[in-house]
């Protein structure tokens, strides 16, 4: 059996495990707002990209349409898959959180039976201080 100091010790650690695992769920909530935020200007710069029409005013030649078309091209389908990227991203931070919560969980299951322990502890040290009210 724990001693009593013990347990306390460990639901002391378990509570600051809580503290340090609340603060990093601030933290990927966060990064999960900015990469939205991000993702929300490569939505807006890919429909920019995909809408400009580069032979506006016919002043380059067939060569540079060229050019300038397969570079549209490519920098539409680098800001897809940018756009991809940040949805993989929240979609990895959410699942971190949910399993940071079940950590928090198992942190404060084991808090409780120490509580408990300790319950256990102390009744059983009124019976033997007592016997008579056992």
């Known amino acids: 059996m724990a001693s009593i100091s013990d347990l306390l010790l460990t639901i002391r650690a378990c509570k600051e495990m809580i503290r340090i695992i609340e603060e990093d769920i601030k933290g990927m909530k966060k990064g999960q707002t900015d ?15 995909d809408e400009y029409d ?31 990227s940040c949805k993989t991203a929240i979609t990895e931070l959410d699942t971190c959180i949910e399993n940071a919560y079940d950590e928090i969980e198992k942190y404060r299951k084991k808090i409780r039976e120490c509580e408990e322990e300790i319950r256990r502890i102390q009744e059983a040290q009124r019976q033997e201080a007592n016997p008579a009210a056992g």
């Open 54 to 84: 580069i032979s506006a005013g016919e002043i380059w030649t067939g060569n540079l349409y060229d050019g300038a078309f397969a570079e549209q091209e490519s920098t539409s389908t680098g800001i897809e898959t940018a756009k991809s």
């Open 35 to 49: 990469i939205s935020l991000i993702h929300g200007d490569f939505y807006d710069l890919k429909n920019d990209v």
